[in-house]
């Protein structure tokens, strides 16, 4: 029996399966946006862009989330350009004043109702699906998509004591990744790297410790030791604030990471939240964001230090990037050919079957 | 009945439509160069660009404009480097000393005379047609080309009246656009997006105004009345010199616009006139030229001021490319599909049509 | 009779030909990498970039030199990152600690040994051919290559009396030249050129003096005539140091210039020794590496001057490479087709021919 063996060198480099990626499972599946707090009063919008799509995710005057194509329906202009912004109750396209409600609805287009044939109903901005879940928004820019509830119900049991709902972002970072997006993932699958390249992190939390309770499909992980009594990983070892109200007493020494396919990275401490979302931009580069999530009482405590977690991961994050960097290079020489993983590796071989699974589904 | 549309997307993003948009429309169609009168002296060049192609554009020891390809027929080498200058009689290659006439004729080629079978006479430079019309150099690098003075006919009688040919350039700035050429020649064919983007010019010159002689075919456009009477398009709103000596009284109060197949827009103001050159660098990217052109009176009299028209263009323009490339970004999105034109923009689908004919036409 | 012409446009632009050429030729033949004597010590290490693929070149602890593929066999990652340093004893992976003795051999897989069918043995670092002739380091990438000595044969009787082994290294410059690597070869190999591009060089050395030797097959070159007794190609004209030591009399007035096919440009003066590698990046972009070479007195000796014949060099390649890129936009132009070559040019014939029965190899 031979060990299960990395992916073929071309799903790193070509083109063409970058092109699949995003038709079969960034423009298909579930992928995480940002926290649903970001969007607080009514007309706040972010811009997520998927490949050349650019959609607009926002919160209209019910409350409710929406994402809409950023691409007017008259000459195809962006709607909006700046990353993230608060419309009033309509979105005008800037260049012949095409305007629509905040549900997509065109509710004014100059000059065009004295043409023959044309009715304002058939042309709403484009939709897309867009649910939130634990204080998360989801986008899916497929059709006919699973419920979002069914595809993280894995998760749920697990995730639910950490009341992410109720944390608040303190921080948010966005990097630049010379790398694919799938060595993000799979660096982020195994700590078999940590001795050698995060030190720091491998004092604190020993790299063979713990167990994987999600071991096959979509969503992969499970939970890590913290070395120290009453610790979790931040730059002095010392937890950076009270544990997150109501979680139990056996989650106070452990850490939870799960990887959400395609692009998102949850890890759960006992005092605070890491997220990051990946959005590639082409086979050999991604942005990264990461953002750390804790209490409202450890940041309206002045005693807390929630800046000794985000120094630590700041510095883990630009450890793995360089080292993802490095992978990536090698990758590209027609001289790799697949190898081995260890049983320390088992999450990337179940990940890459479902990554295959994915690209493998039948074109739209 | 249905509006007529915009062209799907990938008219605007497609590496091989561009490139076969160079193939059948710039290598085979005459294009606007520039001014005759930048070339002054016998040996005064510019060179042309377009695409991979580039094109000496010189005037002859008998006054005559003569285009010769800019790679010599010894190795290959690009004969001239800078964009404009002097040549003295001859063209020599700065590799191996190859000389050419200003006419394209081998004079010189070191060492070959000794070669079996080489005669002089079957190596000139590679010459395309160039000719003067209204004071303005063409170009055409393709093989039995329409000629130009049939090609320009419908514009002839409406412009005479503006002496072009006796006007001088005060001004020549370049632009780089982020926006498929196309996407340009579409912005200048329509107001309906002034009271938006400029609504300086809005006020100026009513957007609805005026109407359009020429609606079909490669040459395109018509007038928009000036609202002040005696002023101009200019920052001030006031005329920055007497009007075109000889313009009749009817044109004092109005602007032409005329987009001339494929790469001009010509813009006649009563005391001035204005001429964008297009240069298609990719898809997504042109290099735009602009010069205005005054009656020498008007550079001559201290009480003028050309500069008044030149910041209200360069201005206006700037708009312009910015909202292009807005629109670049949007149509690049797969979730863009045609959308229709109100009658405003009547002249875009006229534009379209022609377009799509002379691209068809059937390949080299 | 028609005299031997250029090759097609194609060649020096075309992308899936520079594919070509790096599977068929860099990728297969024997390049030359380096001195030899860059590595001294047991583990002295540097890279040669052959496109995508980066090779680990280096002396292992019984003195042999080696070439290693700088891919760890475990999940890809590019194993050394800087171009040159020093290895101790080891390769280690910096992402998971794989370890491989400098022959290859993989000696540490951390937690590799529990998994069911793993053997260390199957997992060696891919190795390459890598041979040293005349002081030089000569990298082999393909498989069942003529040997080394067979190959450089033609050139063995007339470089002996060099004593190329004995020579040390004083400079070492990069060059980035946009131009395509042929290019660089093909005006290595004529100096029709030298009177318009090097004037300086062509008072030194008459350009159409001396005789070319090799004028077919894979090593093309000749020698010419040096103009001043007992000078030689330097800023001042003066030789720089004595003679090598040995060198015949009749070799003081001259220069030898030999091109080793693909990568390698020698020249041999008579009181030291200049050589070029090139490393193509892209169709239109090359790297060249340049050094200069002496015999230990020359460089031990206060009254000698090296400088004098890098400076001399240094100010001729840089005019050879502007020339070259000039070269190169011209032949992008559709307008260009392939011109004649004189007498003074047949080594350019001479080489094409030896390139296109390469290119034209059955692929792997």
């Given at each position: 029996?031979?060990?299960a063996?990395?992916?073929?060198?071309?799903y790193f480099?070509s083109p063409?399966?970058?092109?699949?990626?995003?038709?079969r499972?960034?423009?298909?599946?579930?992928?995480?946006?940002?926290?649903?707090?970001?969007?607080?009063?009514a007309?706040?919008?972010?811009?997520?862009?998927?490949g050349e799509?650019?959609?607009?995710?926002?919160?209209?005057?019910?409350?409710?989330y929406?994402?809409?194509?950023?691409?007017?329906?008259h000459?195809?202009?962006?709607?909006?350009?700046?990353p993230?912004?608060?419309l009033r109750?309509?979105?005008?396209?800037?260049?012949?004043?095409?305007?629509y409600?905040?549900?997509?609805?065109?509710?004014?287009?100059?000059?065009?109702?004295?043409?023959?044939?044309?009715?304002?109903q058939d042309?709403?901005l484009?939709?897309?699906?867009?649910?939130s879940w634990?204080?998360?928004l989801?986008?899916n820019l497929g059709?006919g998509?699973e419920?979002?509830?069914?595809a993280?119900?894995?998760?749920q049991?697990s995730?639910?004591r950490f009341?992410l709902p109720g944390?608040?972002?303190?921080r948010?970072?966005?990097y630049d990744v010379?790398a694919?997006?799938k060595?993000?993932?799979?660096?982020?699958?195994?700590c078999?790297?940590c001795?050698?390249i995060?030190?720091?992190?491998?004092k604190?939390?020993p790299?063979q410790?713990?167990?994987?309770d999600?071991?096959?499909?979509?969503?992969?992980?499970?939970?890590?030791d913290?070395?120290?009594?009453g610790?979790s990983?931040?730059?002095s070892?010392?937890?950076?604030?009270a544990?997150i109200?109501?979680?139990p007493?056996?989650?106070?020494?452990?850490?939870?990471y799960?990887?959400i396919?395609p692009?998102?990275l949850l890890s759960l401490?006992?005092d605070y939240?890491m997220f990051?979302?990946?959005?590639?931009?082409?086979?050999?580069?991604t942005?990264v964001?990461c953002?750390?999530?804790?209490?409202?009482?450890?940041?309206?405590?002045?005693?807390?230090?929630?800046?000794?977690?985000?120094?630590f991961?700041?510095?883990t994050n630009?450890?793995?990037?360089r080292?993802?960097?490095?992978?990536?290079?090698?990758?590209?020489?027609?001289?790799?050919t697949?190898g081995?993983?260890?049983?320390?590796?088992s999450?990337l071989?179940?990940?890459?079957?479902?990554?295959?699974?994915?690209?493998g589904?039948?074109?739209?």
């Amino acid at each position: 029996m031979t060990p299960a063996h990395t992916l073929p060198g071309e799903y790193f480099t070509s083109p063409s399966i970058f092109a699949q990626e995003l038709r079969r499972i960034f423009w298909r599946d579930w992928v995480c946006v940002d926290r649903a707090d970001r969007l607080t009063q009514a007309g706040d919008y972010l811009l997520a862009d998927l490949g050349e799509q650019s959609v607009i995710v926002l919160r209209d005057g019910s409350g409710q989330y929406r994402a809409l194509h950023n691409v007017c329906r008259h000459r195809g202009t962006r709607l909006c350009s700046e990353p993230h912004g608060r419309l009033r109750e309509r979105i005008q396209c800037p260049y012949h004043a095409w305007t629509y409600g905040l549900d997509g609805r065109l509710v004014g287009a100059p000059h065009m109702d004295t043409v023959q044939g044309f009715a304002r109903q058939d042309y709403p901005l484009r939709s897309a699906a867009l649910q939130s879940w634990e204080g998360f928004l989801f986008l899916n820019l497929g059709e006919g998509s699973e419920p979002l509830d069914d595809a993280l119900a894995p998760l749920q049991s697990s995730i639910s004591r950490f009341r992410l709902p109720g944390l608040r972002s303190a921080r948010r970072i966005e990097y630049d990744v010379q790398a694919n997006w799938k060595l993000v993932v799979l660096n982020y699958s195994e700590c078999l790297h940590c001795p050698v390249i995060h030190p720091q992190l491998a004092k604190l939390s020993p790299y063979q410790s713990g167990a994987n309770d999600l071991t096959e499909g979509p969503i992969l992980g499970g939970y890590m030791d913290i070395a120290r009594e009453g610790g979790s990983l931040t730059a002095s070892g010392r937890a950076c604030g009270a544990p997150i109200p109501g979680l139990p007493e056996a989650d106070h020494g452990r850490v939870y990471y799960y990887s959400i396919f395609p692009n998102m990275l949850l890890s759960l401490h006992p005092d605070y939240v890491m997220f990051h979302t990946l959005w590639p931009v082409n086979a050999a580069h991604t942005r990264v964001v990461c953002e750390w999530l804790f209490p409202p009482q450890t940041l309206d405590d002045p005693a807390a230090n929630p800046e000794d977690a985000i120094e630590f991961w700041d510095t883990t994050n630009r450890q793995d990037w360089r080292i993802c960097e490095q992978n990536q290079a090698g990758i590209a020489s027609p001289a790799y050919t697949p190898g081995p993983y260890s049983e320390n590796e088992s999450l990337l071989a179940a990940w890459d079957s479902e990554y295959l699974r994915k690209l493998g589904g039948a074109d739209r």
